[in-house]
Nanobody, 114 residues
Framework: QVQLVESGGGLVQPGRSLRLSCAAS????????MAWYRQGPGKQREWVAS???????NYADSVKGRFTISRDSAKNTVYLQMNSLKPEDTAVYYC????????WGQGTQVTVSS
């Protein structure tokens, strides 16, 4: 049973940075494209960024140029570096496989506010 554990969220001021981590048990880190998603207050969960097993990255237009997704297959961990954070980035952030998702983790709360 694959388990996903997100961490690294917090309360930050606009313009600041955060780095989220997603640790995956079960050794899935190198065999599936992975993605970050987020769910803001009163909104549907949305895709934010994804990375394939060969390292090809894609981003939602709303975060392009500010967020960077990466993965460390040896550590079964996926990261999301978030720079120039905006209040509209406030959400619970989740990671999961891009296709055929596993059970969702608890997510990590990111709050951007002055």
């Amino acid at each position: 049973q694959v388990q996903l554990v997100e961490s690294g969220g917090g309360l930050v001021q606009p313009g600041r940075s955060l780095r989220l981590s997603c640790a995956a048990s079960g050794g899935i880190g190198s065999i599936k494209p992975m993605a970050w998603y987020r769910q803001g207050p009163g909104k549907q969960r949305e895709w934010v960024a994804s990375i394939t097993t060969s390292g090809i990255k894609n981003y939602a237009d709303s975060v392009k140029g500010r967020f960077t997704i990466s993965r460390d297959s040896a550590k079964n961990t996926v990261y999301l570096q978030m720079n120039s954070l905006k209040p509209e980035d406030t959400a619970v952030y989740y990671c999961n496989a891009l296709f055929s998702p596993y059970s969702w983790g608890q997510g990590t709360q990111v709050t951007v506010s002055s």
